[in-house]
């Protein structure tokens, strides 16, 4: 039996049926993963940040080929092709763009025009404040807890100063998804019970049959405790949530000779592997943070960081890459199709509901 829907603001937006997103992370949100969620009532989303454009032409159609449902796009809004990119999300009709970086006033206009919903990423409540100003449609709240690029602040403390300052529990100005830490119904009624209309996640749906990452990494994640993860700023400077693997305890050492010579030797091997030039890894891992102080080492990983991440979730190598992870891997023990997932997680969620309403 399938579970009943569950209607939010951020439902009635993006024209799903459940308020579940699987998030857009780069070498694991493809095609087959983001339909399957869209097939299965969430919101589905490409990550094209490691797709050249062509192979995001390619990724949006074999996408719309497996699913007629509504999904949506991950973009880089600093991306030099930033434009074509949305000119092609306009062309192909995705329902979504969302952003890890805030797009500009202009480019917001442009997407919403043309029937699009504006869905950035944010770590604090001044930046929601700003791209609701700028007109974004709703905003991905993820806290401390969340894997990849993340910040300091507890989902359960970020959350409610997000909701509080656009306008409270009661009417937020715009719908607020919450993300860091999600993996069962229980967590989707928790935020619903903060004032959020749904919950993003991103390590439960790598661990999915659905997800194309390798068997032999998944089952590296599903050994792991809530302790396996560390957020480390030595990747490539910014603080980046990921397992512990030997290039990540390499650099988190403490010895500033042992990690430069393991960012030296990863940059080298992927520089190799790809025919980059030195410039071009300089020149990239610079413009990812334009501001602030940057060692030697964080500059030569941050230009191959796509690469490390690449090595670990596609190429299977876990000791040399860099798995990016959410604490929450440490809640996962299974590989659920991601049907199966949303499934539970919604039949929970009601339950959880019913038994609140019950309880009064």
């Not at 603001?9 to 992370?25: A, E, S």
């Not at 930033?82 to 006033?105: H, M, N």
């Not at 700028?134 to 507890?154: C, L, S």
């Not at 000791?319 to 891997?329: C, D």
Request: aromatic content about 4%; hydrophobic content about 45%.
């Amino acid at each position: 039996m399938t579970a009943p829907s569950l209607s939010t603001r951020f439902t009635d937006l993006v024209g799903v049926r459940y308020p579940i997103v699987q998030t857009g992370m780069g070498w694991v949100s493809g095609p087959s993963l983001t339909a399957a969620t869209a097939n299965a009532g969430g919101l589905g989303i490409l990550a094209s940040a490691t797709m050249t454009y062509a192979e995001l032409e390619a990724a949006i159609a074999k996408t719309k080929s497996l699913t007629d449902k509504p999904f949506g796009v991950n973009l880089r809004a600093d991306a030099t092709d930033a434009a074509e990119r949305v000119d092609l999300l306009i062309r192909e009709g995705v329902k979504v763009a969302s952003f890890a970086l805030a797009p500009k006033k202009e480019l917001i206009a442009k997407l919403k025009d043309n029937g699009l919903a504006v869905v950035p990423s944010i770590g604090a409540a001044k930046h929601a404040v700003k791209v609701a100003s700028w007109g974004a449609d709703a905003v991905i709240v993820q806290g401390g807890e969340g894997g990849g690029h993340t910040g300091p602040v507890a989902t359960t403390l970020l959350l409610p100063s997000v909701i509080d300052a656009l306008g409270g529990a009661g009417r937020t100005s715009i719908p607020v998804v919450a993300a860091g830490g999600f993996f069962d119904g229980r967590g989707l009624v928790a935020a619903l019970a903060y004032g959020a209309e749904g919950v993003a996640m991103g390590t439960r749906f790598l661990l999915t049959a659905d997800s194309a990452v390798p068997d032999s990494v998944k089952q590296e994640y599903l050994q792991r405790s809530l302790t396996d993860t560390v957020v480390s700023t030595k990747v490539d400077g910014m603080p980046h949530r990921v397992l512990r693997t030997r290039l990540v305890e390499a650099l988190e050492s403490g010895s500033g000779a042992r990690a430069l010579t393991a960012a030296a030797r990863n940059a080298n091997e992927f520089k190799q592997m790809t025919g980059m030039k030195w410039a071009t890894m300089f020149r990239d891992g610079l413009s990812m943070r334009k501001s602030g102080d940057r060692t030697w080492q964080q500059i030569i990983m941050a230009g191959n960081t796509p690469m490390l991440l690449k090595a670990g979730l596609v190429g299977g190598d876990t000791q040399a890459g860099v798995l990016a992870s959410g604490q929450v891997v440490g809640m996962i023990d299974d590989l659920p199709s991601c049907e199966e997932l949303i499934q539970s997680i919604m039949v929970q969620a009601h339950d959880r509901l019913a038994a609140l309403a019950g309880s009064h």
